[in-house]
């Protein structure tokens, strides 16, 4: 591989994760790990065994990647959570 050829491959990989984006959710004091759990399988998709994961990262670490994508999928899931009484942003 030519070093033109290897730097256009190494550009292309770059433009595709810098258009990744995240969810991430904080931790409260007011939800339950029920509510979380539920929130996360209906605004994100995951699993019943994600979401309790994801629950408990965000209760012993304050915080937890969710969900990465594009920013026009994460906006309205992001949503979700906050009409949810969550606490999340997407970075």
Do not use: W
């Not at 790990?33 to 979401?51: M, P, S």
């Not at 594009?70 to 906006?75: E, G, I, N, S, W």
């Amino acid at each position: 591989m030519s070093p033109k050829e290897k730097t256009s491959e190494e550009l292309l990989l770059e433009e595709e994760v810098s258009t990744q984006n995240e969810i991430v959710l904080f931790n409260d004091d007011v939800n339950t790990f029920d509510h979380v759990i539920e929130t996360l399988i209906y605004a994100c998709d995951h699993t019943a065994e994600q979401a309790e994961q994801c629950s408990l990262i965000v209760h012993y670490k304050g915080k937890c990647t969710v969900k990465t994508g594009l920013y026009d999928d994460l906006k309205p899931r992001c949503s979700m959570l906050l009409e949810a009484g969550l606490s999340a942003e997407i970075v």
